[in-house]
C-alpha cells in the first residue's frame, strides 16, 4: 500500500551542539531545514564536509538531540517520541555507512551480522525462520548462502557492503539512508552497488535518503535533490531540474568541481571555470546574512545583512540566493 | 635510449611471501617517464599502483621481494644503500600521501616542519631557509605565508595541509614527484583548486610527476600520459588523449563505463564489471588476468598471457584482440 502523503516529512529541522573550549559556543549542524521523500523515491544529500549531511542523517533517526523543527514519518509525529514509540520507527527506517569494515561487528559471521536486527526487533520469530529471512536477505544483496558461515575479514570491500545492505534490509524497512556508502568503494564495484540500490527500490518501493560528496553518483540515483552548506539548504527539487539547471552559485561551484574524464573537455573547462577559491568558516561562526558569501562570485553587500530565504524556482525547486543564475 | 628518460623502470616485479603463499603484488611493470612529463597510474584496490610508487621512492616494507630494474637519473634505485636513498628523498625524488594529517608532525609548526627539509640536505642559515618554505607556500596559494609559518598543521583545513605537503614535497625542487592519492580525502571543490594550484607548479618547475589515483577524471584534467594497471600488471599504457578517445583494452573501456560522469545521458542502470579482480595470492592465470570478467575474452586469452605491445609511438596496449577500427 502506498500512502497519500510523503513518507517522511521533515520541517524547519535544527540540530545544536555545545562546544567546549576558549573558541567554544552553540555549534547549528543543520539549521532550518526541510524536506519530503515519498515512498520509491531517492533524495541525494550533497555539500562539503561539515555541510551537515552526517548529522542530518543521524538527526533523521534521532541518534542526536533535535534543538529544534518536526519530524514525521507515515504522518505519525517523531520529534520527541520516547524510546517505545521509537522501536517501530527504528525498524522502519535504516542505515547503510560508509565503511563495512567499522560497522559490522568483526566477532560475527555475515549470517550473525545480518540476523541481529531481526534478534533485537523480531523476537516472536523462531530461530529457524530468522534463519531463513537472513538467507533471504542474503540472496537479494547477490550474496550466495555460502557466504553465511563467513567472516568480515574474509571478504572484501564491496562484499561487506553488500553485508551491510542485508543487514539494514532485514525485517523490510520502508526507508534507507546511506550515508557515503559507495564512497569507499572502486569504481566497478560502486557501479555494482548502485545497481543493487535501484533494483531494490524496483522491487521493493523503499525509499532512500542518498548522501555523498559525489555529485556524479549523486546524479544517477536521485530523483530529488538537497544541497547543504553549514547546516542551512541552499537548494533543494527535481533533481534533473537542478543539474541541468542550478539557480544557486554554490551548487554551480559543485557541479564545476567534478573532473571530467575527457581531456579536451577538462582542459577546456579549467581555463573557463574559476573553481571555489577559500574553504569552508567555521561553523561556530558563520558569516552574517546569507553564508555562502565568503566564498560567492557573485556576493553583494546584500548578502551580508539580509540571509536569503528560500523561493520557488518552479512548481517543485527551490534556492536560497540574492542572484540566482539564470534557470 | 631515450636521452630525456628520468625514470626507467625495467620489469619490475614486487612479491610478498605471506601464509598462503606468494602474493605478486607487481609483475612485469615497465615503462619510462621522460623530464618534465607527467603520467598517471589508474587502477583499482590491489591492482598494483601504490606498491610500484614505494618501490620507485625504494620504500617497500622488509618483507617484500622485488626484482627487475629502476634507473633514476641513471642510478639504479633497487637494492641502492639506505643513505643514497635518503639523499634522493626529498631532494630529488619527493612523495606525496594521501592523508595530509598523517603525513605531517602534530606537535611542530608548519614552519619548523619545511624549514627541516632544507636544512637536511643543505648547509644552509635558518633565514634562508625560512624565506624558501614562505616562497613555496606563497607558489601553492596558502594565503597570509608569513603569518601561517608558525602555525600548527591542526590549525589548516584538510585543502590547506595538503598544500603545505605539496610545498614540503617541492621546496628542494626535485626532479620527480611522487604522488599517491593526493586529492582522495579533500572535498571536490577543495580538490580542484588544490589539482589545479599542483598542476601549475609542477609545470613551473619542470618537474616529473606520478600521480597514482583511481578516478580516471583527476588523471584526464592533470597528467600527459595514462598507464592503467591491473591485477599487477600494466594492461594500457597510452598519452592522455588516446587513452580516453581510443581506449583499447577492454578494462580500461569498462573503467570509463562503469563511472558515472554528470554530462552523460541518465540511464536507469549503471555498467558494471561483473566479478572481481582475481586473489593474487593464488597465482597467475596462464592466460590474462582480467579475462574472467571480459565481455570480449577469446580461447586464446584463456591459455595465453598477452604482452604488452606497441600499437602506436604513445600507445601500448596488453589485449589479444585487435584493436578497434579506425573511425
Known sequence: ?327 | MNEDALLVVRDLAVRFNGRRGAVHAVNGVSFTLGRGRSLGIVGESGCGKSQTCLAIMGLLAESAECSGSILFEGDEILGARRRRLDELRGQRLSLVFQDPMTALTPHRTIGQQLCEIVQQHESTTHADARRRAIEIMDRVRIPDAERRFDMYPFEFSGGMRQRVVIAAALIQRPALVVADEPTTALDVTVQAEVLRTFKAVVEHAGTSLILVTHDLGVVAGTCDEVMVMYAGRVVEHADVISLFSKPQHPYTQALLACRPDLDAAHTARMYTIEGRPPDLARGEPAGCSFEPRCAHATQACRTSRPPLEARSPTHRVACHLSPPAES
Open chain 1, 1 to 327: 500500500m502506498i500512502p497519500a502523503g510523503p513518507l517522511l516529512q521533515v520541517q524547519d529541522l535544527s540540530v545544536q551542539f555545545s562546544v567546549q573550549g576558549a573558541r567554544g559556543g552553540q555549534l547549528r549542524a543543520v539549521d532550518g531545514v526541510s524536506f519530503e521523500i515519498a515512498a520509491g523515491k531517492t533524495l541525494g544529500v550533497v555539500g562539503e564536509s561539515g555541510c551537515g549531511k552526517s548529522t542530518l542523517a543521524r538527526a533523521l533517526l534521532r541518534l542526536v538531540p533535535i534543538a529544534g523543527g518536526r519530524l514525521s514519518f507515515d504522518a505519525v509525529d517523531y520529534t520527541s517520541a520516547d524510546e517505545r514509540t521509537l522501536r517501530p520507527m527504528r525498524r522502519a527506517m535504516r542505515m547503510v555507512f560508509q565503511d563495512p569494515m567499522s560497522s559490522i561487528d568483526p566477532r560475527f559471521t555475515v549470517a550473525q551480522a545480518v540476523r541481529e536486527p531481526l534478534d533485537i526487533f523480531e523476537r516472536q520469530l523462531s530461530r529457524a525462520e530468522r534463519n531463513r529471512e537472513v538467507g533471504a536477505a542474503l540472496e537479494r544483496v547477490g550474496l550466495g548462502a555460502s557466504f553465511a558461515r563467513r567472516y568480515p575479514h574474509e571478504l572484501s570491500g564491496g562484499q561487506n557492503q553488500r553485508v551491510s545492505i542485508a543487514r539494514a534490509l532485514i525485517g523490510g524497512p520502508r526507508l534507507l539512508i546511506c550515508d557515503e556508502s559507495v564512497s569507499a568503494l572502486d569504481v566497478s564495484i560502486q557501479a555494482q552497488i548502485l545497481n543493487l540500490l535501484t533494483d531494490l527500490q524496483r522491487d521493493t518501493g523503499i525509499a532512500l535518503v542518498f548522501i555523498s560528496h559525489d555529485l556524479s553518483v549523486v546524479r544517477h540515483i536521485s530523483h530529488r535533490l538537497l544541497v547543504l552548506y553549514l547546516g542551512r539548504v541552499m537548494e533543494y527539487g527535481d533533481a534533473a531540474t537542478i543539474f541541468r539547471a542550478p539557480r544557486h552559485p554554490y551548487t554551480r561551484s559543485l557541479l564545476d568541481a567534478v573532473p571530467i574524464a575527457d581531456p579536451a573537455r577538462a582542459r577546456e573547462k579549467a581555463a573557463a571555470v574559476q573553481s571555489l577559491a577559500g574553504d569552508l568558516p567555521s561553523p561556530l561562526d558563520p558569516p552574517s546574512g546569507c553564508v555562502f558569501r565568503t566564498r560567492c562570485p557573485r556576493a553583494t553587500p546584500q548578502c551580508k545583512v539580509a540571509q536569503p530565504r528560500l523561493q520557488d524556482s518552479d512548481r517543485d525547486s527551490q534556492f536560497a540566493c540574492h542572484h540566482p543564475l539564470d534557470p
